[in-house]
């Protein structure tokens, strides 16, 4: 268990740097689904202690195959094109807090 949560930290890290390495919002941007999927792989695998649920949201319009995005709220929030198509996108996956914080 050890092992693989060093090997998914350092991805985590380094997405996060990619994020803030990014220069201005479009950049941001682009490099944020990266980090999406890394964060969501994480609070699938080992959980997490809240008690409100995180969702998965996708955005089917941003590049050429979407892109997601994890919010708590129900009502779509869209941050990659922000106020322009704020309720772009649907809600595809959501996770309840875990018990034990040891994952699904």
Request: charged share 25%; hydrophobic share 40%.
């Amino acid at each position: 268990a050890h092992a693989a949560w060093m090997a998914d930290a350092g991805r985590l890290r380094g997405a996060f740097a990619a994020v803030a390495a990014a220069g201005d919002l479009a950049a941001r941007r682009a490099v944020f689904q990266p980090l999406t999927a890394k964060v969501w792989d994480a609070l699938r695998r080992y959980g997490y202690r809240d008690d409100r649920p995180v969702r998965l949201f996708h955005c089917p319009m941003y590049g050429s195959k979407g892109a997601d995005w994890i919010q708590r709220a129900a009502t779509t929030s869209n941050p990659y094109y922000g106020a322009a198509m704020l309720r772009c996108g649907s809600q595809t996956d959501s996770l309840t807090a875990s018990d034990d914080g040891e994952g699904r």
